[in-house]
């Protein structure tokens, strides 16, 4: 009876990593997430507003290039805003107390920590090579209202375009991962919540 009793505990307990710890993250740490996600959200879709909408550079009419010109100018503004927003998440992801683990699988749980570095480490270095472009390159930094002067004092003039030139390849590549990367993101949130009945958004709700 004893030995029955034991294995129906056991097989009925729940990890001690699910039931510890707080439900949510903290509330700025909340907050921050979901401007950083629409932050991100706007800019990829931008840029393949940009990308898709209108020809090639070369090919635009100057009706074309100006629309192409003024969408890239929300892209780079909001972008570089949203490295405003990634230095103080990244603190509070080291510096506050995580939530309890999810009720879901060991191999869910890997993959999505995974998922989570990696979106972590495109919320930097997005906008950070961007910025970089930016300074480094002779368009200067747009940031809503105004440009800023890129580091050489003048626009037109780059301070160093093998920088910028280096800079602005990582930028594409880390886009173009970004691209899948908050679909698979999104999907695995919403699986969780209306197919495997994890509560998951109250850990992330602001209110």
Known sequence: MLRRTLFKRCATATPAAETEGPLRYALPSRWLHWINGAGMISCVSLVLGAQKGYPAWDKCTKEEAAAKTNLMFWHKSIGLSMLLV???????????????????????????????????????????SGAIMGYFGPYGLPFFTTTLQPGSGKFGKALDGDIAGRAYNIH?????????????????????????????FTRVNPF
């Open 86 to 128: 990634a230095v103080p998440r990244l603190i509070l992801r080291f510096t506050s107390v995580q939530p309890r683990k999810l009720p879901i699988s060991s191999i869910e749980q890997m993959l999505g920590q995974a998922s989570h570095t990696a979106l972590y480490a495109l919320t930097i270095v997005l906008p950070l």
């Open 172 to 200: 594409s590549k880390a886009g173009i991962a970004l691209e899948y990367i908050i679909p698979l993101h999104v999907t695995a949130a919403v699986g969780h919540q209306f197919f495997q009945g994890v509560n998951i």
